[in-house]
């Protein structure tokens, strides 16, 4: 089974940057999307970005221009380039894969969280 290891968090004022990493380790037979997602306090979490093992890529209109998604398939690694960052992108961030298991089905896994906040 695959699990994710994300790292990246930390506390920056308004208009700064971060990058969020997240590495799988563990064995699959196949790793779909991978993407990340955030919890603000008191709030459901939310999709943030993913992105396909074509490089196909999907945005929350809030980060779009703002949050760039990338991935290293050789590395089994995900990435959130975070510009530009609000205090309303406060939150936990989680990675997220969609994997086949080596039995051939479909499983979810996700990984710890980071937290992220961003003071004005």
């Known amino acids: 089974q695959v699990q994710l290891v994300a790292s990246g968090g930390g506390l920056v004022q308004a208009g700064e940057s971060l990058r969020l990493s997240c590495a799988a380790s563990g064995i699959a037979f196949r790793i779909n999307a991978m993407g990340w997602y955030r919890q603000a306090p008191a709030k459901q979490r939310e999709l943030v970005a993913t992105?396909?093992?074509?490089?196909?890529?999907n945005y929350a209109d809030s980060v779009k221009d703002r949050f760039t998604i990338s991935r290293d398939s050789a590395k089994n690694s995900v990435y959130l380039q975070m510009n530009t960052l609000k205090p309303e992108d406060t939150g936990v961030y989680y990675c997220y894969a969609n994997t086949v298991a080596l039995d051939l089905r479909p499983l979810e896994v996700w990984g710890q969280g980071t937290l992220v906040t961003v003071s004005s």
């Open positions: 992105i396909t093992n074509g490089g196909n890529t």
